[in-house]
Structure formats: structure tokens, C-alpha cells
């Protein structure tokens, strides 16, 4: 793809660093890991000292007392209560001299020693229990061996989560100093430079990276506010904010994208993103929930122009030959973001709370317009080759209007929208933004748990589409992609149903992005085929779509929280993969008998 | 099992620990003054009044006490009446609701005139002061008559019960002739039947009104024919206090474990277990009423009728091993452990 020799080094020169950075960063990551047990475990152990002393403590006064141990009531509940609130406490016993046992709670694990007090294992705290001086039995707490290796697994994957952000995010500078030092080379014509897009790379992600650091937490965010407007269901008050933030997204596009063209792409990212920051800062700091939602109203129509903008640039300096990869740079910078926005986010939220969260999230909103000024300059101002002039705008918006009944009575392009697109859009907003969030939260997942999880979605997306994308075209069939693409989002949402919830909703998520990552492709190609036979521009064609496609992507929380208002979370994301599956199966059979291979596979 | 926290047990009563540990200790009037307190009490002084007048001497007041014994005898009461109308006492103290009602009479009583209206009237070791009639409302009591109540409510003395021994059938034996009892006996018997167990009632048999001390063991071994658990001992004069070793022998004997909501029959005898507030710390509290009226010239009315924010669980550990009826641990953990 990068025949350019600039491109090439640059591609290479960030391989080897990133190879560099992940292997240290490995090293570095597996040596703490391997210090963090050994460091714990001495740590562990003077933790169940302390709780044994108590719980010895209580039962020497009983035996002060003259009470015999077999006749104390509520020895074993005394020892269950304590167990409980010690998650690292596998076992707790009262053993006579003899060795029987006059109260336990727990199993003690079969693989550790035989319960011989001369030859404690490590992971036993024996404690004498005594009246005068004299043992009158012992205390036997048992640490979980298991407990730790949970701990380090965590751990574990904590670490590798921050380490995929951090080279993510390091990937992004990197990219970027290369482009900025080796363009800085004079040209030899003196004429403009054109317009570097990757530098357009590090204020899309930035942006996108404002608004994806509240991913985790948003639901139950509102959920808290919730009180404040007693006239709103709690269902509605959940899922109104990302409903209408939808909803103000998709209705943004058409005027964000004549408004940047009157007023110029670069205008239009700046003030686009200073409004983000505005409702950024404004949603931290308001504790009312109708407030809440204007102003997140207003974010999203900062949001939406902000990335249409951005968007325009990317077809404003690309020739119809390489505006696809001029898109995918962008499309990277947005997916980077969905990455690195949950797991960062959560790990914010965690430590200094939501509302700091969100006052990041206004910080990197005007970081990015400072980035997109200080590495365009004026490079953007309207100039009439680059901007649609107004006349032209309203033209095509014209043409729009006329396109879309021809678009809407052709049936190929209604099963589409219907039963993939929508269903689709629906997925991602009620299962990944909500019901995830709130069924984690309600577990007591912290933040960074949920946000790690969300981003397995962004990361099987990653690697699955581009792969997705070349085998549906070499195969020529978009449509059985679709197909399996639905059904196997329908699949892979049933791990939700597993009892390890964390675990289950981690693979559910991880296997429906990549059901997920299948289907885009196809579908955008289904669109530009459709466009080509009724003859209308692609361009508007795709508009339409992607229009269609998030105003039904509005409609998700709003389904799955009603889903699960009737049933539980869980059968509300099974429910909504169902509606994928069907609605897939359905596509299959309407769009069944359309000539694919006498249209041309490209775009024109 | 009716779990219970340590939190429960603490959360009842307001900022009464405040008043009683805050406060100027300064005499607030010229250290010439000395105040007339009249006392109305049942049998004589206890750890009640001491706490009262350490209290009062602690804030530097110089106090001249008169002492009155009514002793449950309502024609005694009125021989006091007559007395402290004559004296016109500062204030006057009334311990236990047949005096406190004999001194103040009730808030509905159309006879009003023959009661004390225009001296302020604190009572202590008063049971149930709203179903007695002595206020209209704990915390703007009005009229001339604050207080304290010296019991525990009657939900935490039934989980005390149950978080000591999961029991089914509890016997409570009562002196029908005193209006605290039968109030005391008619809140125990809607919380014990609202969670679904027995309350064997054995009131005492009144010859003339009165009760005698000779029914009582018959009365006891009664209740322990019908199955019987355990003993529930109210706020009752005649049972707790005036005939509390011939109770507390009678039913030790029967092997009938004891419950008690006030602590002397623990503590002197040997009652089981009780939940209780120390009669000092009450006298104190008592004293902290006292005060406001008289150094801060509060309204008795506008003074909120208060218990103590702790009780204590009490348990008699000879009596314990004798039953071989032992508190949980978690009750031991904080109780106090008497008879050792």
C-alpha cells in the first residue's frame, strides 16, 4: 500500500520502535508481575496473622469465661463472618489438641499438607488458643493459593491492557514526529506542500479520544443522576444520554458537512471541538440529569461536526484513487481511540472519579484543535478547490433529497439498512456502551475492568476487518459475510450467559466485534454496488447510509434497557443477537438472486 | 438467627452523648444560689440519683435535695402533692411512671388542677412516657414535664433475645396492677408475634388490686409447663425490683434462663442476661434536663424526652455456667460480664 519511499521508512522506522517498546515494556511488565507475588505473599500472610490475633483474641475471653469451645454457640458463624470478609482466606478451623475439629468454615484445599500442625505449610496460620496460660486448642487459617494467582492474572491483564494503550498511543506520536521531521524538507518547486494527511491522524484521535473516555462509566453515570428527575423512568434516564447523543451525531452530518464546507475544515474542527470541551466540562460539573442530557446534546453536535470535518479533509486532499487510504487513516485514528478511550477512561474514573474523567476527556478535546492548528497552520482556510462552495452544497443537498426515494423503493437497499445495518448499529450502542457498563458496574467491576473489556471489541475489530474486508472481496461474497456475520454475532454473544460473568462478557465482547469487523466492509461495497445500478453519486449513497444506520443506532439503549427492564442484562444482549441473527438471515434470503458479479467491485 | 450488629445497637437515641460530655462546667448563676430540687421516688435512692446530683454538682450548682418515697402507694402521692405545693420547689425529679403520673398527671387528665402544672416536673426510669400519657410527643414534650426513658426499644431488647438463643416460646410474667407493665407487655407481644413466635403471658393474680410475691414460683413453674424457653422480666416494680431474688432463684431453679430489660436482677442476682442503659448514665442524662431548665431557662416542654445512645448487653456468667447456657460469641464480644 505505501509505494511512497517516505512512507515506507516511516512505516518501518515505527515498527522497530513499537517492536522495541512492546519487548521492554514486556520484560518490564513480567519482572513486576513475578516481584508483585513475591512481594504479596509475606504481605498476605501478615495480613491473616492480624486476623487470626483478633479471632484468637475473642475466643481466648469466651474460654477466660470458663466456657468450653465445645459448648460456645456461634463459633462456626464467628468463623464464616471472618472468612467472608477475606477473600484471601480460604479456611478457617478450631482444632483440639487432639486434632479434631471442633468448628470450621471453608474447605482447606486437598492438595496442601495434611492438617499436621508440626508441619504448617506456608499457607496456614496456626494461633494457640489459651485460658491461664495453657492451649486449650488451636486457630487454623488457610490462605487460598488460588487467591494469588487470580491476583497476578489480573494483574496480568491490567498490564497488558495499559501496555496495547501505551503503544497505541505511542504509535500515534511516532507517526507523526517521523511525518513532521522528514516533511520539513524544502520543496524543490516552491510550491504549497501539499497537505500531509497523517498529520490529520493525531487530532482525530485525540478528539475521539475525549469522548471515548467515558465509555465505562456513562450509563451508570446517568443512572446516579436518575433521582434528580423523578418524572423519567430510570430505564429512559439511563439510556437517553447515549440515545440522543446518537441521535444529535447522526442529524449533525449533513449541516456539519455544508457548514465545514462554507466555513472551512479547520474552522470547523476548532470550534466543533471547543464545543465538545464546553460539554465536556459542562456534563462533569452539572448534577441534574436534564441538564446532563442538553449537555451531552451539546457535545454530540460538537462531536458529530468535529469528525465530519475531520472527514473532510481526508476527501478534500484525496483523489477519488487514494481516498480510500486517505479514510483509512482516518477510520485508524477513530479505532486507536476506541481502544485506548475505555481503558484509559476507566483507570481515570477509578482514581479521581467520573466527573474528573470527563474534564479530561474537555481537556483532549482542546488539545486536539490546538494539534490540528499548530500541524496545519492555514493550510485548511476555505479555498474554493478544496470547499464546496456554498452553491454546490445546496445543490447537492438538493440532489439528496431527490436520492433518497430512489434509494428507499429499491428493496436490495432497504434489506440492507433493515435487517444488517440497523441491527448492526443497534448491537454496538445497547449491548457495548450499555448494557456492558451497567452489568459490570452492577457486579462491582471497577471502571478499568469495564473499559478493558469494551476495548476488546476496538481490538478484535482492528484485526479482524482489513482481513475481513480483502477476503470478502476476493471471494466476491459481501452477502454471505453479512450472513455469517450476523449469525456469528448471534453466536457469540451466548458466553454472556456463562456464570463467570467477567469472563463470559469479556469473550462475548471480544467474539462480537469480530462478528462485528466481518460485516463492514461488505456492506459499504453492497452500498456503492446499489448506488452504482439505480445510478445515484456513491457519495450521497453512503451519506444515507450512515445516516439511516445511526439513527437506528439510536434506537439500541433504548431497546436493550427496556430488554432488560423485562428480563435481566443478560438475556437483553442474547435478545438484541438474536435480532442480529434473524435480521442477517432474513437479509440473506430478500437479497437472495441479485446479480453481484455483473457489477463492478470497485469504486469508480 | 436474627443477626445483630454492633451498629444497631448503637445507632438508637440522639445526640445524647454530646450533651453529655460537651457543656460549660462553669456555674452559670451567682455561687450563692441554691436550688430546691424535690425527689419522688419508688423505694428509696439508687445509682439514678447519684448520677443526677453528680451531674448537677459537677456544673457548680449548690442543690438542697428533699426526698420523698411513694414507694407504688397512690395515697402516699397525694400527701406529697400537698407537700410540694406548700415548699414550691425549684424543680422536681419523679422517678418511675406511677409517681411521675401521680406528680404530673397525664396531658389528657380533666382533673388537671390537682397535678403539678406550673413547676418543671423530669422524670427518669419511665418505660413508655408517650403510651403512659405523661407527653404528647418525645421530642417537643410540652407542658412542665421532660425526661429520659430508661429502656431499651422493644425491637432491640427481642433481637438481644434471639441473637442469645433462636427460641420459640418466651414467657413473660407481669404485675397486671402497673400501667408501665401492661404497656411494656403489649409492645413485646407485637413484635413477638409479628416475627411469628409464642408469648406465654403469666400475669400475676391481684387480691385486692394487689399482687403477692407467694404466687410467683407456681406462676413461673406454669410457664415452664407450657414450654417456656426463656423469662422475659419488663419494666415491672413488683417483678424486677421489689421481688427480683425470689424471680431470679425460682426461675434458675427451673433452669429457665432470665431476660431482663433492666440490669439490677443481673447484676445483684442472678438473672441471666440483660440489654440495659446504666442507671448512672441515665441519672445523668436526667441531670443534663435539669440543667437546661434551670441554669439555661429552658422550657421543660421544649426539651426533647431522650435515652441513652448505648445500652448494654449484661450477662451473668455464674448463672450461664449453671444453665450451661452460653452467650454466641458475638454477643460476648460486647457484653458486659458480671458474676464471675
Known amino acids: 500500500m505505501n509505494r511512497d519511499p517516505i512512507r515506507a521508512l516511516v512505516f518501518r522506522l515505527t515498527a522497530v520502535t513499537v517492536a522495541l517498546l512492546v519487548a521492554l515494556s514486556l520484560l518490564a511488565g513480567w519482572s513486576a508481575l513475578r516481584s508483585f507475588e513475591q512481594a504479596l505473599f509475606p504481605e498476605l500472610r501478615l495480613k491473616a496473622a492480624g486476623v487470626a490475633e483478633e479471632l484468637a483474641r475473642q475466643i481466648d475471653r469466651a474460654l477466660d469465661y470458663g466456657i468450653p469451645l465445645t459448648e460456645l454457640p456461634g463459633l462456626t458463624e464467628t468463623l464464616a463472618r471472618e472468612a467472608a470478609e477475606h477473600a484471601d482466606i480460604v479456611h478457617v478451623a478450631v482444632e483440639a489438641p487432639d486434632g479434631r475439629i471442633l468448628a470450621a468454615h471453608g474447605a482447606r484445599p486437598a492438595w496442601l499438607a495434611a492438617p499436621d500442625r508440626d508441619a504448617a505449610s506456608e499457607y496456614d496460620i496456626l494461633t494457640p488458643l489459651t485460658s491461664g496460660g495453657v492451649t486449650q486448642a488451636w486457630l487454623r487459617l488457610s490462605l487460598d493459593p488460588g487467591w494469588l494467582t487470580r491476583a497476578s492474572g489480573d494483574l496480568m491483564l491490567e498490564v497488558a491492557s495499559e501496555l496495547l494503550v501505551a503503544v497505541l498511543i505511542t504509535f500515534e506520536i511516532l507517526l507523526l514526529v517521523v511525518h513532521l521531521s522528514l516533511t520539513r524538507r524544502p520543496t524543490r518547486t516552491g510550491a504549497p506542500r501539499p497537505v500531509n494527511l497523517v498529520f490529520l491522524r493525531l487530532p482525530v484521535f485525540l478528539f475521539c479520544l475525549s469522548e471515548e473516555l467515558s465509555r465505562p462509566f456513562m450509563p451508570a453515570y446517568a443512572q446516579q443522576l436518575a433521582p434528580t428527575a423523578p418524572w423519567l423512568p430510570v430505564d429512559l434516564a439511563v439510556s437517553l444520554p447515549i440515545t440522543l447523543f446518537m441521535l444529535v451525531w447522526a442529524l449533525s452530518q449533513p449541516f456539519g458537512a455544508r457548514f465545514s464546507g462554507r466555513i472551512g475544515r479547520g474552522h470547523a474542527f476548532v470550534a466543533a471541538a471547543g464545543l465538545a470541551a464546553i460539554g465536556l466540562t459542562m456534563t462533569a460539573l452539572t448534577e441534574d440529569l436534564l441538564a446532563f442530557l442538553v449537555w451531552r446534546c451539546v457535545t454530540a453536535l460538537g462531536y458529530g461536526i468535529a469528525l465530519i470535518a475531520a472527514q473532510g479533509v481526508a476527501v478534500d486532499h484525496t483523489t477519488p484513487a487514494d481516498r480510500a487510504s486517505g479514510l483509512a487513516l482516518f477510520i485508524g485514528a477513530l479505532l486507536a481511540a476506541g481502544v485506548c478511550g475505555p481503558v484509559a477512561g476507566g483507570i481515570v474514573a477509578d482514581q479521581a472519579g467520573p466527573s474528573a474523567t470527563l474534564l479530561v476527556g474537555a481537556g483532549l478535546a482542546l488539545a486536539a484543535a490546538a494539534a490540528l492548528v499548530l500541524l496545519f497552520g492555514r493550510s485548511l482556510r476555505p479555498v474554493p478547490s478544496a470547499a464546496a462552495p456554498s452553491p454546490a452544497a445546496s445543490a447537492a443537498a438538493a440532489a439528496r433529497t431527490r436520492i433518497f426515494p430512489r434509494l428507499a423503493r429499491d428493496p436490495r437497499f432497504a434489506a440492507l439498512i433493515l435487517c444488517s445495518a440497523i441491527p448492526a448499529k443497534i448491537a454496538a450502542t445497547g449491548i457495548l456502551f450499555c448494557l456492558i457498563p451497567l452489568m459490570l458496574a452492577e457486579q462491582g467491576a471497577a471502571k478499568a475492568e469495564i473499559g478493558r473489556i469494551q476495548m476488546l471489541y476496538f481490538l478484535a475489530f482492528i484485526i479482524v476487518s482489513p482481513l475481513a474486508a480483502s477476503l470478502a472481496d476476493r471471494w466476491r461474497t459481501q452477502r454471505g459475510f453479512i450472513l455469517v456475520g450476523g449469525l456469528a454475532t448471534l453466536a457469540g454473544l451466548t458466553p454472556m450467559a456463562l456464570p463467570d460473568a467477567a469472563w463470559g462478557a469479556a469473550l462475548a465482547i471480544g467474539l462480537f466485534g469480530l462478528a462485528q469487523a466481518m460485516i463492514g466492509a461488505p456492506q459499504l461495497t453492497l452500498v456503492t454496488r446499489i448506488a452504482a445500478r439505480i445510478e445515484v453519486p456513491e457519495i450521497a449513497a453512503i451519506g444515507w447510509y450512515r445516516l439511516l444506520e445511526r439513527l437506528g443506532g439510536a434506537l439500541g439503549p433504548l431497546l436493550a434497557v427496556a430488554l432488560a427492564a423485562i428480563w435481566s442484562y443478560r438475556e437483553a444482549a442474547l435478545g438484541i443477537g438474536l435480532l442480529c441473527g434473524l435480521g442477517a438471515l432474513l437479509f440473506w434470503l430478500v437479497y437472495r438472486g441479485t446479480p453481484s458479479a455483473a457489477l463492478s467491485e470497485n469504486s469508480p | ?340
Open chain 2, 1 to 340: 438467627m436474627i443477626s445483630l450488629s454492633r451498629r444497631q445497637w448503637l445507632q438508637w437515641g440522639g445526640a445524647t452523648a454530646l450533651a453529655l460530655s460537651g457543656g460549660p462546667l462553669a456555674a452559670d448563676e451567682s455561687p450563692e444560689r441554691v436550688w430546691r430540687i424535690f425527689m419522688v421516688l419508688g423505694r428509696g435512692e439508687g445509682a439514678n440519683e447519684a448520677g443526677f446530683k453528680d451531674y448537677l454538682a459537677r456544673r457548680g450548682m449548690k442543690v438542697e435535695y428533699t426526698i420523698r418515697n411513694a414507694g407504688g402507694d397512690p395515697g402516699r402521692i397525694a400527701e406529697i402533692l400537698k407537700e410540694i405545693k406548700d415548699v414550691c420547689p425549684d424543680l422536681i425529679y419523679t422517678w418511675g411512671t406511677p409517681q411521675t403520673r401521680g406528680v404530673a398527671g397525664t396531658w389528657d387528665d380533666p382533673r388537671r388542677c390537682d397535678h403539678i402544672r406550673d413547676i418543671p416536673v423530669v422524670f427518669t426510669f419511665v418505660a413508655a412516657p408517650l403510651d403512659a400519657r405523661i407527653v404528647r410527643n418525645l421530642e417537643r414534650p410540652g407542658g412542665n414535664v421532660t425526661g429520659t426513658i430508661h429502656i431499651a426499644p422493644v425491637e432491640a431488647q427481642v433481637n438481644t433475645i434471639l441473637a442469645y438463643r433462636s427460641i420459640q416460646r418466651l414467657a413473660v410474667v407481669y404485675n397486671p396492677a402497673e400501667r408501665n407493665s401492661l404497656l411494656a407487655v403489649e409492645g413485646l407481644r407485637a413484635d413477638w408475634n409479628r416475627r411469628g413466635l409464642t408469648l406465654i403471658e403469666a400475669p400475676t393474680p391481684l387480691t385486692d388490686g394487689k399482687p403477692n410475691p407467694d404466687d410467683l414460683p407456681g406462676l413461673l413453674a406454669s410457664c415452664r409447663d407450657q414450654g417456656a424457653e426463656m423469662l422475659y422480666i419488663g419494666p415491672d416494680t413488683f417483678i424486677a425490683t421489689t421481688h427480683r431474688k425470689l424471680v431470679a432463684d425460682t426461675a434458675l431453679e427451673l433452669r429457665l434462663p432470665t431476660f431482663s430489660v433492666t440490669e439490677l436482677i443481673v447484676r445483684s442476682e442472678r438473672a441471666l442476661f440483660a440489654l440495659s442503659s446504666s442507671s448512672y448514665g441515665i441519672g445523668r442524662l436526667t441531670g443534663v434536663k435539669a440543667a437546661r431548665i434551670l441554669l439555661e431557662g429552658q422550657a421543660p416542654g421544649d426539651i426533647p424526652v431522650e435515652t441513652l445512645r448505648r445500652f448494654s448487653v449484661v450477662i451473668n456468667m455464674a448463672t450461664a455456667r449453671a444453665l450451661s447456657c452460653y452467650p454466641p460469641l458475638s454477643l460476648l464480644n460486647f457484653a458486659e460480664v458480671v458474676g464471675l
